[in-house]
Structures are given as structure tokens and as C-alpha cells.
């Protein structure tokens, strides 16, 4: 019998939600929680940034970087600090994609697909360059969406 490789997909999971509300352009915006990876063991992940609306259109070039802090001592999240967590220095080593932002005052919805992921736990941040602030709606969210491979 030959087995073939089938893409096994979990439940999204939501990383950060009010966190965006009323955020100002600039920001560092980091997980209020974490996500244990150590537990479930996904090699990848696709993510769907979902921006409700702005103070005004975001400039043209704009930018939201997606970067992930790692715990892997098990006690201390490399953020470049204190290993908190709460307030990470993003570095080339933390940062695993861009969210391209179009020029328009509007509900605007940007993926970064096939992430690999560490079997540790984690938290997911967002640094925004918008040049304009997030409104103060409860409808922004970053979720992300973790597979692995299935051999059946």
C-alpha cells in the first residue's frame, strides 16, 4: 500500500485582539498571552492579520511586521530584554514576515503563510508602521491557523 503526505489543519487560534484597539502607529504590539507550542508540536502556521479600520488611510508602503518571541529555556522569552515578554526589542531573529498594508481608510485583510514553527511556547507581536493610528473598535485581530504534515 503506498501512503501518501495529507496536510493536516488544526483550529485558528486568536493571538491578539483588544491588544489593537485605538493603537498608535510605531507601536510594538505583543500577545497579552502565550501559545504552548511545547504541547502541540506544529511545524507550521499560516497568519491573518485583520486591520478593522484607521484614523485616516495608512500611507502607501505601509508595513505591519509579524515577529515571535520564543521561550526556550522554558522560563525566559528571547525578547532582547528582561525576558518578560511584555515589552520585546524585535530583532532580524525574531521577525518571521510582513503584513503589506494598502493606502485605503478601510477593513483591510493581509496573510503571511507557512510559517515554521518551534516546538515552545510563544509570544506572537506586531510592530505597526502605518503612519495613522488603529480606531478603538474591538474588530482587529491577529489569528493564527497551525498544520502539521499526516502520513496516512
Request: with cysteine; charged share 20%.
Amino acid at each position: 500500500m503506498v501512503s501518501k503526505t495529507l496536510w493536516a489543519e488544526e483550529s485558528e487560534v486568536s493571538l491578539i485582539t483588544t491588544e489593537l484597539n485605538n493603537a498608535a502607529d510605531g507601536a510594538i504590539i505583543v500577545d497579552a498571552g502565550s501559545y504552548n507550542n511545547s504541547t502541540n508540536h506544529f511545524r507550521w502556521a499560516d497568519f491573518f492579520l485583520h486591520l478593522q479600520d484607521f484614523d485616516a488611510a495608512p500611507a502607501a508602503g505601509s508595513l505591519v511586521e509579524l515577529h515571535i518571541f520564543y521561550r526556550l529555556d522554558g522560563a525566559l522569552y528571547c525578547d532582547g530584554e528582561e525576558g518578560d515578554g511584555a515589552t520585546p526589542t524585535p530583532t532580524g531573529n525574531s521577525f518571521h514576515g510582513l503584513f503589506q498594508i494598502e493606502a485605503v481608510d478601510g477593513p483591510q485583510n493581509q496573510q503571511v503563510i507557512k510559517v515554521p514553527l518551534s516546538p515552545k511556547e510563544f509570544k506572537a507581536a506586531l510592530v505597526l508602521d502605518l503612519a495613522t493610528d488603529l480606531t478603538a473598535v474591538d474588530t482587529h485581530f491577529l489569528k493564527m491557523y497551525p498544520y502539521n504534515e499526516e502520513n496516512q
